[in-house]
């Protein structure tokens, strides 16, 4: 199993920049792709952006693409999401995630997830 812990959420001006930190503890994180999900208030759920094991195929959801940068540290068990040219509409709790089936992640079911952080982005 993998815990999962995000960190630096925060109250952001808009067009500012963020980055969001998930610690993993447990065994085999590096075996793992983990995902960035967020929650709006109102919304359902979204996938952000993902990476697998291997970090060499991160994918995005199409309004963060280019905006955000979904990166790991295997030898820390952490996980990154760098967001720049934050927008008020990017204002959600986000969510770490990770499970050994990457299909999984991109399906918006992997098993373990962290209990979230609050990104607010002011206009």
């Known amino acids: 199993q993998v815990q999962l812990v995000e960190s630096g959420g925060g109250l952001v001006q808009a067009g500012g920049s963020l980055r969001l930190s998930c610690a993993a503890s447990g065994r085999a994180f590096s075996s793992y792709t983990m995902g960035w999900f967020r929650q709006a208030p109102g919304k359902e759920r979204e996938f952000v952006a993902a990476?697998?094991?291997?970090?060499?195929?991160?994918y995005y959801e199409d309004s963060v693409k280019g905006r955000s940068t979904i990166s790991r540290d295997n030898a820390k068990n952490t996980g990154y999401l760098q967001m720049n040219s934050l927008k008020p509409e990017d204002t959600a709790v986000y969510y770490c995630?990770?499970?050994?089936?990457?299909?999984?992640?991109?399906?918006?079911?992997?098993?373990?997830w962290g209990p979230g952080t609050q990104v607010t982005v002011s206009s």
């Open positions: 995630a990770a499970d050994f089936l990457s299909t999984k992640v991109r399906a918006n079911k992997p098993n373990y």
């Open positions: 990476i697998t094991p291997s970090s060499i195929t991160p």
